[in-house]
């Protein structure tokens, strides 16, 4: 279980959870982390997470941008052979 309070600012927009990434005015409270070391975590996920599991306040917000990101989409794989052209069966 992990140590968890709620912010006294509680209003809207809620930072995500480190976990489920579900809006949440929860934060850890975790005693070999500064105040700005801590992450967000809800309730029901800080009553069955362990310490260990939480991530640092870096890998957090790394994993925040990455989700928050437009999706990145594969390039092209390059022009069709010439076996392919017309065959609407072939998926690469």
Known sequence: ???VHKEPDDEPPFERCCFCRKPT???TQLENRTPGQQVACCEACASRAHVQDVPTKAVWCRRE???ESPR???PPLGPPRSDEIGNND???
Do not use: G, S
């Open 1 to 3: 279980m992990i140590k």
């Open 65 to 67: 941008r990455i989700a």
């Open 90 to 92: 072939f998926h690469r």
């Open 25 to 27: 005015p929860f934060w």
């Open 72 to 74: 990145v989409v594969d």
